[in-house]
């Protein structure tokens, strides 16, 4: 995949993705080796995820050897909440595959507030363990975020408890019914966490993610702009829809050309 695609739509943009992460776990089963991947939650992998069922489910596609970790869970949360990152992931994907229970790793976001740093160490260690993750995907937020790593942030947090951005807040409210009823922090990867990652695909759909993808991939990186560190990865693959990419630099140039 080349630094940055765009296509006509996110559907084309989510099939690429998941056809993509299908080529590296098929990969894997043929040589008989685990595959690491870093999943993401809210809107933008829905189509990703949808794909990758179809490709289960028609081409038979297995996930037996899959070891997922999630970016992130609102805190507090129960798991078996509706509005849950758990749930979301069991709806949308683990539901409708052969990974198997023990291989899913997501932040627990009904544990006590004193138990939460030695739970962070303890997923950092855990990542480490499985042999860090081969890829990771992800969404971004309006604010910057990836993950929950709302500005400003250094380049070497971790996995921690951290407030949400009231933008943010914003943004997730419609799926509580209110701001007033949305949770304020969350449990998230860090970027040094998600830095770690051998590859990273970040996917943004839509005209309210040009002005952030715009300063992301163009300006200088800043701790004020959380996704603008994947600047310095070395295998980091931005896919866009047409109105998420109308404000790089490129395709400006190309508008007017
Ligand atoms: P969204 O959120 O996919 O719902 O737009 C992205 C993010 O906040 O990372």
């Known amino acids: 995949m080349r630094p940055i695609q765009v296509f006509d739509d996110k559907m084309e943009g989510s099939k690429a993705i998941a056809r993509h992460i299908a080529h590296l776990v098929k990969r894997r089963r043929e040589e008989h080796k685990p595959v690491v991947l870093g999943l993401a939650t809210g809107s933008t992998p829905i189509g990703v995820y949808e794909e990758l069922v179809r490709i289960h489910k028609n081409e038979g ?87 929950f790593n709302e500005p400003p942030v250094s380049a070497d947090s971790i996995t921690r408890l951290v407030s949400l951005h009231p933008i943010t807040i914003e943004d997730a409210a419609r ?22 990652a051998r590859e990273i695909v970040i996917a943004g759909w839509g005209p309210n993610k040009a002005a952030i993808i715009k300063k992301a991939i163009e300006a200088n990186i800043d701790e004020q702009i959380p996704a603008s560190y994947l600047q310095t990865h070395a295998s980091v693959k931005w896919v866009l829809d047409k109105e998420a990419a109308a404000e790089l630099s490129e395709m400006t140039e190309h508008a007017d050309a």
């Open 61 to 147: 596609l297995s996930f037996e050897h899959v070891i997922t970790f999630n970016l992130d869970e609102y805190y507090p949360m129960r798991p078996s909440s509706q509005q849950s990152y758990s749930w979301f992931m069991h709806h949308h994907l683990f539901n409708h595959i052969d990974v198997p229970a023990q291989n899913i790793h997501i932040p627990d976001g009904a544990l006590a507030k004193n138990h939460i740093p030695a739970f962070c160490r303890g997923y950092e260690a855990a990542i480490k363990n499985a042999g860090g993750i081969d890829l990771q995907l992800l969404g971004i937020g309006r604010t910057g975020h990836i993950g």
């Open 175 to 196: 799926n509580f019914g209110g701001i007033s009823f949305t949770p304020t922090e969350a449990i998230t990867m860090g970027i040094s966490t998600i830095m770690q």
